[in-house]
C-alpha cells in the first residue's frame, strides 16, 4: 500500500547509537487540520494525516449521527486549494438531514475524558437508533489470530514512521477490505466507514475491525454506528467502552497480539460455547 500525498514529511535529525552520533534524514507523519463544513456553517475541526480527506468527512457525518445514508450527501469535495496554502477543508452539501450546530464539535461523545457521566453517555448512543447487530454473525479464533499480521504488513506510513494509527476492515472470510492510517484511531476509523459509505458497502454487518492502539469509547460508538458486530485491537479497551459494548451487543476483543486474546463482551461470536445473552 502506498501512502497518501502529504502524509509524510522528511526533515533532517541527529541520531546517536552506542556513542556514536550521524545525520541523517527521518520521516515524520503529517499531522495538519482539517476542517468539515457544511454550507456557511463549521461542523468540525480535526487534527489528521492528510488523505482520504473525503473519506474521513463521510465517515464523520455517518459514525456521528449527522446522516444515516450516503443518499443524504448531495455533494462532498475538497476545497482548492490557494496559492498560499495547501487544502484543509471539506465542504459538504447534506439533503433531508436537520441538525443541531451545538452538538457539530468532535468530542461530544469523548466521554472518557470529561466530566459526563457514563450512563448518559451510552443512553446517547441508544437514543440514536441504531440497527441492532448481527448476532448470528461467528468467526473461528484462528481467523482473529491472522489478522494482525496482515493489518502490520499494510501499514505504509508507519512503517517509515512508526507514528500512526491504523483501522483494518476485514470480511467474514479474514480478506482484507481497506486499510486506512492517521495521527488519531478515530480519524483512521472514520476513514474506513466513510470508504464503505461512499462505496455503497455498508451495513457491514458481517465484518471485523481491527484498530492499532486502544479500543476506546469514541472508537466503539463508531463501530457501532457502521453496523459492525466485532470490534478487536492489539491493545486494552476502556472501561467505558466495555460496557458500552456489552449493552448493545458489540464483540469487543483485546490484546490481539500472536495467539492470545482477550474476549471483553459478545464472546459468543468468536469463541466455542458462547450464546447471546
Given at each position: 500500500?502506498?501512502?497518501?500525498?502529504?502524509?509524510l514529511e522528511l526533515t533532517q535529525v541527529k541520531e546517536w547509537e552506542d556513542g556514536s552520533v550521524r545525520a541523517v534524514e527521518d520521516s515524520l507523519a503529517a499531522?495538519?487540520?482539517?476542517?468539515?463544513?457544511?454550507?456557511?456553517?463549521?461542523?468540525?475541526?480535526?487534527?489528521?494525516?492528510?488523505?482520504?480527506?473525503?473519506?474521513?468527512?463521510?465517515?464523520?457525518?455517518?459514525?456521528?449521527?449527522?446522516?444515516?445514508?450516503?443518499?443524504?450527501?448531495?455533494?462532498?469535495?475538497?476545497?482548492?486549494?490557494?496559492?498560499?496554502?495547501?487544502?484543509?477543508?471539506?465542504?459538504?452539501?447534506?439533503?433531508?438531514?436537520?441538525?443541531?450546530?451545538?452538538?457539530?464539535?468532535?468530542?461530544?461523545?469523548?466521554?472518557?475524558?470529561?466530566?459526563?457521566?457514563?450512563?448518559?453517555?451510552?443512553?446517547?448512543?441508544?437514543?440514536?437508533?441504531?440497527?441492532?447487530?448481527?448476532?448470528?454473525?461467528?468467526?473461528?479464533?484462528?481467523?482473529?489470530?491472522?489478522?494482525?499480521?496482515?493489518?502490520?504488513?499494510?501499514?505504509?506510513?508507519?512503517?517509515?514512521?512508526?507514528?500512526?494509527?491504523?483501522?483494518?476492515?476485514?470480511?467474514?472470510?479474514?480478506?482484507?477490505?481497506?486499510?486506512?492510517?492517521?495521527?488519531?484511531?478515530?480519524?483512521?476509523?472514520?476513514?474506513?466507514?466513510?470508504?464503505?459509505?461512499?462505496?455503497?458497502?455498508?451495513?457491514?454487518?458481517?465484518?471485523?475491525?481491527?484498530?492499532?492502539?486502544?479500543?476506546?469509547?469514541?472508537?466503539?460508538?463508531?463501530?457501532?454506528?457502521?453496523?459492525?458486530?466485532?470490534?478487536?485491537?492489539?491493545?486494552?479497551?476502556?472501561?467505558?467502552?466495555?460496557?458500552l459494548a456489552r449493552e448493545l451487543g458489540l464483540t469487543l476483543i483485546g490484546f490481539l497480539r500472536g495467539r492470545r486474546f482477550v474476549v471483553y463482551a459478545g464472546?459468543?461470536?468468536?469463541?466455542?460455547?458462547?450464546?447471546?445473552?
Amino acid at each position: 500500500m502506498r501512502a497518501p500525498p502529504r502524509s509524510l514529511e522528511l526533515t533532517q535529525v541527529k541520531e546517536w547509537e552506542d556513542g556514536s552520533v550521524r545525520a541523517v534524514e527521518d520521516s515524520l507523519a503529517a499531522e495538519e487540520p482539517l476542517e468539515i463544513r457544511a454550507g456557511s456553517m463549521p461542523m468540525t475541526v480535526t487534527m489528521r494525516t492528510p488523505g482520504h480527506d473525503l473519506e474521513l468527512a463521510a465517515g464523520f457525518l455517518l459514525t456521528e449521527g449527522i446522516i444515516e445514508s450516503a443518499d443524504q450527501i448531495a455533494a462532498l469535495r475538497l476545497a482548492p486549494a490557494t496559492n498560499s496554502t495547501r487544502s484543509n477543508l471539506v465542504e459538504v452539501e447534506l439533503k433531508d438531514v436537520s441538525f443541531d450546530s451545538e452538538r457539530m464539535q468532535r468530542n461530544f461523545f469523548a466521554a472518557s475524558s470529561c466530566g459526563i457521566c457514563g450512563k448518559a453517555s451510552i443512553e446517547a448512543i441508544r437514543r440514536r437508533g441504531l440497527k441492532q447487530l448481527d448476532r448470528g454473525f461467528r468467526i473461528d479464533p484462528e481467523l482473529l489470530c491472522r489478522l494482525p499480521e496482515i493489518l502490520r504488513s499494510e501499514q505504509a506510513i508507519f512503517s517509515r514512521t512508526g507514528g500512526l494509527h491504523a483501522a483494518a476492515l476485514f470480511d467474514a472470510e479474514g480478506q482484507l477490505m481497506a486499510v486506512r492510517e492517521d495521527i488519531g484511531r478515530h480519524n483512521a476509523v472514520d476513514k474506513i466507514v466513510g470508504w464503505a459509505l461512499l462505496e455503497k458497502h455498508l451495513p457491514l454487518s458481517r465484518h471485523i475491525l481491527l484498530i492499532s492502539g486502544r479500543g476506546g469509547f469514541e472508537i466503539a460508538q463508531k463501530t457501532l454506528a457502521a453496523g459492525i458486530p466485532i470490534l478487536a485491537s492489539v491493545s486494552a479497551p476502556s472501561s467505558l467502552a466495555v460496557k458500552l459494548a456489552r449493552e448493545l451487543g458489540l464483540t469487543l476483543i483485546g490484546f490481539l497480539r500472536g495467539r492470545r486474546f482477550v474476549v471483553y463482551a459478545g464472546d459468543y461470536r468468536c469463541l466455542p460455547g458462547g450464546s447471546p445473552q
